[in-house]
């Protein structure tokens, strides 16, 4: 069974990204004046307890943790809890074609992607999130917030 405190968690990540909003110049976190989400999921205990949550929420990503000029709808995929108190949430999207960055080709993978390094507290709960967007040439983005007790 999951701990009703873990679970919402979960849901509350989930919600400060859909309700908060930022732009790139700044590190200022504001409501967010997108739609609607639509949202359907699940979370189960794992092995060792660890809280999986498949939510799928969908929002307007702000720019501050894209570094692109402008925000995209994502889904969030998949979000992980461990009972040490470490959290990963993973949101992927669909760049539009006028907002591709230029792309860096990797000598060693062969694959040019377009990588964003940032950070993002919107919980207002003193826990900070490293994050690192990830768009390749399908025009994919895949953002993973991580944070570590």
Known sequence: MIHPDTYFRAT????GILCTGCDKESTSVYP??????????????QGGGALV???????????????????I??????YVETPSGNRTSVWTGLVPEYLMPPLTLNPTTGVSSYTYNSYWNGDGDGIYYV???IITSD???????????
């Open 12 to 15: 509350m990540l989930s919600l």
């Open 32 to 45: 967010s004046t997108a739609g609607q989400p639509t949202a359907a999921g699940s979370a189960a205990a």
């Open 53 to 71: 949550a498949k939510n799928y929420f969908q929002v307007g990503m702000c720019t501050c943790l894209t570094g692109l000029a402008a925000g």
């Open 73 to 78: 709808d994502m889904t969030q995929s998949n």
């Open 131 to 133: 994050s690192k967007c």
């Open 139 to 149: 025009r994919i983005a895949t953002l993973t917030l991580h944070s570590k007790k």
